[in-house]
Structures are given as C-alpha cells and as structure tokens.
C-alpha cells in the first residue's frame, strides 16, 4: 500500500529560520547570540543612595570647614600659646566691670578642649584694678543693688549698664572669689577653667565707683591641633563616601542590562 513520503511530512522543517521551527525552542539570539540590550534604570536602592551621597557631601564640607578653621586658629595662637580677643577700653560709672555668664558646662573643659583662662586688665591713668572670677550665682548676688555694667562684646557697643543704690563691699573682703589679683599696671589673671558657670569683674580695690580699663580675654586650647586634624580627616572620609553613594549608583543606572531569554535562561550564556 503506498504511503506518503517521509520527506512530505518534514517539509519545511529544516530551515533554521522556517515556519515549522519547533516550539519550546529559544528564540533567535541578536548580535552574535545576545539579547537585546536594555539600560537597568533607577531603582529606589539607587535614588536613596544619591540623595544620601549628596548629604554626605553637604556634611563633608562643613566639616572640612570647620577643621580648617580651627587649624588656622591653633596657627594664630601659637604666639603665646592663647586664643585672645582684641585689647579694647571699658568705662564704668558704677562699681564693677562684670562679664556675662561663661557657662563651661559640667566636664566640658575637663575633655581638654579648653585649658587656661586669662584676663589681662590695665587700669586707666595707673590706677591701682582687682581681677576676679567667682561663681556667677554668688557674683550676681554679690552685686545685686549696685550700679555695675556687664561688658557683652568688644568695644562700646557691648556693654549693659545695671543700675542700683547699694555699695557692694571691697570686693577683696567678699570671699566669693576662685582666683584673684591686684595691683598697678597690668594685672594678669591665670585660671585652669573649671565645669560650671562663672562671672569675672574689675573693679577699683577699695570698691569704690569709677573705673576705666583696658583688657582683653584669651583662652588656651591644647587639644586643638588634634582636634583639627580629625575633623579633616573625618571630612576627607565623609567626602570619599559621598563620592562612592552617587557615582556607583548613577553608572549601574546607565549600565545596559541583558535580558533573560523565553527560556529563562540569561543572555549572556
């Protein structure tokens, strides 16, 4: 009985690229056999890690900033080992030059950051002047009534004038003070500064009203150097950081990603 030739069934389905391609089969691989390529795009991994790069970045400079100033603050001090302010004249009709509160907080100084305080205060007209620093709660109370004035800044713009009608004792005799010194000429006050909240004053030594002086402030810091040095080199860190959180993520986000094939296999196989 004739039968239908064998080679009537197969037509067609040699071809590679023929109709009767056998289902189930991966499809036609592009250029040299790879999937057509596709960019990968931004996923929310990738945004969040920009968006905390470009922080990271902000912080580095202020970081860096604030290293680089107080490295040029320790250069400027190394004089005579001082951070002072500029020397400039204070007058007072009242008994008492007094400062503001320096609150030094509790252990903050003791860290290292801040060594020795000092006053230097010159008497107008070579004027006998007493140099003090007490507890601000028994300053205050010490002056409470009196006329005085608190010097706020530098110059005649800071200073605050308390008026009053008592006359405080001389202040030597008051015994509130942690350190003092008197005498003609320019007295100089030396302190290691101590956790809490103090007051400095001048005044004439017998407390008598009216005084004109001369002073300026200054402060050591022996820890500075070192402490500009790792904030420099934290912000070198935080900025290198940044760096890695925004180019990494935006060249993964441009990087042509091969797809997978209908047989899930991956492109690149």
């Not at 945004?47 to 202020?62: D, Q, W």
Request: aromatic content about 6%; glycine content about 18%; charged content about 15%.
């Amino acid at each position: 009985m004739a039968t239908g030739t064998p080679h009537g069934t197969m037509a067609g389905a040699g071809g590679p690229h023929g109709a009767g391609d056998t289902p189930g089969l991966p499809p036609e691989r592009h250029r040299g056999g790879l999937p057509p390529e596709r960019h990968s795009g931004w996923t929310a991994g990738r945004v969040i890690a920009v968006v905390v790069g470009s922080v990271l970045a902000l912080i580095s400079l202020g970081v860096l900033g604030g290293g680089s100033t107080l490295l040029w603050a320790d250069q400027a001090m190394r004089h005579d080992g001082y951070l002072t302010t500029e020397t400039s004249t204070y007058s007072t009709s009242g008994y008492a030059l007094a400062s503001e509160h320096m609150n030094l907080g509790r252990g903050w100084p003791l860290t290292g950051l801040i060594g020795d305080i000092r006053l230097r205060v010159t008497a107008s007209q070579g004027k006998p002047v007493f140099v003090a620093i007490g507890p601000a709660d028994r300053v205050a109370a010490y002056l409470s009534g009196a006329a005085y004035t608190t010097v706020t800044g530098t110059g005649t713009d800071g200073l605050i004038s308390h008026h009053g009608i008592a006359s405080p004792a001389p202040p030597r005799t008051a015994g509130i003070w942690v350190t003092q010194v008197s005498g003609t000429g320019t007295q100089t006050l030396r302190w290691t500064a101590v956790g809490g909240d103090w007051m400095a004053v001048a005044m004439n030594p017998d407390g008598s009203r009216g005084l004109t002086v001369r002073a300026d402030a200054g402060a050591s810091a022996p820890w500075l150097f070192q402490l500009a040095i790792e904030l420099i080199i934290g912000g070198l860190a935080a900025g290198a950081l940044s760096v890695a959180l925004i180019v990494v993520p935006v060249r993964l986000a441009g990087r042509p990603a091969r797809g997978r094939d209908a047989g899930g296999r991956d492109g690149g196989e």
